[in-house]
């Protein structure tokens, strides 16, 4: 048995070594060669709904929709990402942090909740916004002083009573829900955008009916957030976060504010959270507590770890695999749960590091397996 | 005095395990503290560092009361620690280990000053500088830690077992380096369970068991008194 899993173990390194050979490659072409490749995939990324591609159109769901789903997932991802892949804190509940965001458009955006006044879209996003970040500040001032299991306890926690809480309370109608959660805009595409395949001059840019509007939204946040997480990543900030994973003490004893860094860490990956959970519902027009469950947040640390926590083109390959796959093949959508489970447990096995690593994790987890060998 | 621990306790949960330590650092010293596993050397060092709360006592650096101070303010002050085994951050490399070591520095060209000079202790540090923490060998990462803790340009550098898991020669070494490092200007307060290094080398030591201070003196004298010879440098 040991013997398999060595071989595979191998082979995979052998593999390893391929992927950052390519990674390498890339690196070393001239900055206009990856700038236009870059671009270009940007606007086939763009272009998508409008392509007509056999094999990966979804059958029995309108493409776009999916698209628009992937989008909001690696929203999601990113933010996480944040947490988990770059300070190193495991969060089981940030679902619960979606659901903050987009309760707080629906409440103060839709004409049908309980709070009268009625907020256009691009005025509760922001809002919503700061109040996610603002939880995320209430979760992690008393938790973040835990580590490891015992925080993941503790946001699992979280996620939970946030469900509990939005199935109960009056002021987000229990489970009959809010309807009429507002679009980002009544506006209707120009006759100039006529040509593109799916679009019709005149009806409204921000429709149930037809989500390209709302896809293009997604993307663009996408890129906006993925930059700027990027940034964050390369700055004192990112190095902080970097050592705190690494090794909390060591990183205390290098002078390392490490709470108010993980506070942080915390507040940026809710707010992210929270404007994935505000774009998605608002697509969906209607919100009530049964899109919260605990099942699709531990998913989506699954999605990050497995396309590999850290990266950030890594966690979104995990994000679009966790959105697309139960929708190209629908069969199997049902055992979603089972099959990300399995791929969880082989990846641990054979590939910790997820499909696309970050570099410095796998250092990282290859020096914790050798402590780990010498410890027993 | 730099360093001064007054009747100092340490909890962890209900059990104590420094039962009221009292020890001087004075300034340009070297001082060890000695003492068996699970004597409370690591922990007397993170209570300094500020890792771990102290109870009751209390600690004052530099005239100060830093007894309650955060430990990342306390690098501020110039307390740095080199962490006991392998805290260094793996996934960085060697170089950026020791950039992380000058976090709370804002000068590029003094941090660059002290790069080299880390360096120049160093020489393998310097061969090895774009490779991961991670992948040193156990007396590199050793360096590298002293080295790293050395960036913050400390007025106390704390050295929690320097020589462990180090073969003899490179045990030497350090000890030759952690001397260096004393005549120009740092001083210096090592734990260790070498105690016969340790003590030929410190100015002054304190003997440690299960949690009290049980002797201290100059390094030489408790070399050749017959008590911790006969306990710590395994000679009858």
């Known amino acids: 048995m040991m013997a398999v899993i060595d071989s595979a173990r191998k082979a995979d390194e052998s593999r390893v070594r391929a992927v950052t050979g390519l990674r390498d490659r890339w690196a070393n072409l ?105 939880s995320g500040v209430i979760l992690g001032w008393p938790t973040l002083r835990l580590r490891g299991d015992y925080l993941a306890i503790v946001t699992l926690g979280f996620g939970e009573i946030i469900r509990v809480f939005a199935l109960n309370s009056d002021i987000t109608n229990g489970n009959r829900g809010i309807t009429g959660v507002p679009v980002p805009s009544e506006g209707t595409w120009p006759e100039w955008m006529d040509w593109f395949p799916g679009i019709t001059a005149g009806r409204p840019i921000f429709s149930v009916s037809n989500v ?24 004192r900030v990112g190095r902080s976060w970097l050592a705190i994973r690494e090794d909390e003490d060591a990183a205390e004893v290098m002078g390392v504010p490490t709470f108010k860094y993980k506070l942080w860490a915390f507040a940026i990956g809710a ?10 519902f608002s697509k969906q027009t209607f919100i009530n507590a049964q899109g919260f469950d605990l099942f699709t947040s531990i998913l989506w640390v699954a999605a990050v770890v497995i396309g590999g926590a850290g990266n950030q083109l890594g966690v979104a390959l995990g994000a679009i695999l966790l959105a697309y796959l139960p929708e190209r093949f629908r069969e199997f959508a049902d055992y979603r749960l089972l099959i990300f489970g399995v791929a969880l447990i082989v990846m641990t096995i054979f590939r910790p590091q997820g499909l696309l690593p970050s570099r410095r994790r796998k250092v990282e987890l290859e020096d914790r397996a050798k402590e780990g060998a010498v410890g027993e | 005095m730099l360093l001064e621990l007054d009747n100092v ?39 300094i560092s500020g890792l771990r709360p102290v109870g009751k006592g209390k600690i004052r650096f530099d005239g100060d009361d830093i007894t309650k101070m955060r430990a990342d303010l306390r690098v501020v002050r110039g307390v740095s620690q080199s962490p006991e085994g392998r805290g260094i951050f793996p996934g960085m490399t060697v170089r950026e280990n020791l950039e992380m070591g000058a976090y709370t520095r804002k000068l590029r060209s003094e941090i660059d000053e002290d790069l080299q000079r ?28 002293v080295g790293r803790a050395l960036m913050s340009r400390p007025k106390l550098l704390l050295l929690d077992e320097p020589s462990m898991g180090l073969a003899p020669m490179l045990i030497q070494q350090i000890f030759d380096i952690i001397v260096e490092i004393n005549q120009q200007g740092t001083t210096v307060l090592l734990v260790e369970q070498n105690a016969q290094q340790a003590l030929s080398r410190a100015h002054r030591a304190y003997v440690l068991e299960t949690g009290r201070i049980v002797k201290e003196g100059t390094g030489t004298d408790l070399l050749t008194d017959p008590a911790v010879k006969d306990a710590y440098l395994g000679v009858a």
């Open chain 2, 9 to 47: 306790t340490v909890a962890y949960g209900r059990i104590e395990a420094l039962h009221g330590i009292s020890l001087t650092v004075g300034e340009g010293e070297i001082v060890a503290l000695i003492g068996a596993n699970g004597a409370g050397k690591s922990t007397t060092m993170r209570a």
């Open chain 1, 30 to 134: 001239p900055y206009g060669w990856r700038i236009s490749v870059l671009f270009a995939f940007v606007i086939f990324l763009y272009a998508l709904p409008g392509l007509e591609i056999p094999l990966i159109k979804t059958p029995d769901t309108d493409f776009t929709s999916v698209l628009f789903l992937c989008a909001v997932y690696v929203l999601v991802a990113v933010g996480l990402n944040v947490v988990i892949g770059l300070a190193g804190l495991l969060d089981l509940g940030y679902i619960g942090f979606y659901a903050v965001g987009a309760y707080t458009v629906a409440i103060l955006g839709s004409p049908n909740s309980p709070v009268v006044i009625q907020y256009p879209w691009v005025v509760c996003v922001p809002i919503a916004i700061a109040v996610t970040m603002v």
């Open chain 1, 212 to 235: 390209i509007g709302f896809y293009w939204l997604a993307l663009t946040l996408v890129f906006i957030c993925m930059l700027g997480v990027r940034r964050l990543e390369r700055s």
């Open chain 1, 271 to 280: 707010a992210l959270g929270g404007l994935s959970g505000a774009l998605f």
């Open chain 2, 118 to 145: 880390a360096f120049d202790l160093f020489p393998r540090l310097k061969e090895r500088e774009r490779q991961a923490g991670g992948t040193l060998s156990g007396g590199e990462q050793q360096m590298l830690a």
